[in-house]
């Protein structure tokens, strides 16, 4: 499987922003998608998360009800609408995938390009 991130650019504070995740090839039921954030100089953070098959999401405290991962089975494609987004959200997201629930980086194998968001203020 390989994934490939989309939908990055620059936006004003208190926008919206949809970024997706394409994944080829199969992924199982079981499978864990997720998007995680870096900013230089930085480690790479946790954003959200989303069992596949049950459709299961976890969030990272900053960015709950602000930001909703969804996944659309038929295109094999994994979403972050982001909305009421601040300067702090700056960073390059990554699109990241996995067959448990972890929110460490380290834990995950497959990743897919980052797609840099810059928020204005």
């Known amino acids: 499987v390989q994934l490939q991130a989309s939908g990055g650019g620059l936006v004003q504070a208190g926008g919206s922003l949809r970024l997706s995740c394409a994944a080829s090839g199969r992924i199982y039921s079981s499978g864990i998608m997720a998007w995680f954030r870096q900013v230089p100089g930085q480690e790479r953070k946790f954003v959200a998360s989303?069992?596949?098959?049950?459709?299961?999401?976890v969030y990272a405290d900053s960015v709950k009800g602000r930001f909703t991962i969804s996944r659309e089975k038929a295109e094999n494609t994994v979403n972050l609408q982001m909305s009421d987004l601040k300067v702090e959200d700056s960073a390059v997201y990554y699109c990241a995938a996995s067959s448990s629930w972890s929110t460490r980086p380290q834990d995950w194998r497959l990743w897919g390009q980052g797609t840099l968001v810059t928020v204005s203020s």
């Open positions: 989303i069992r596949w098959g049950a459709g299961t999401t």
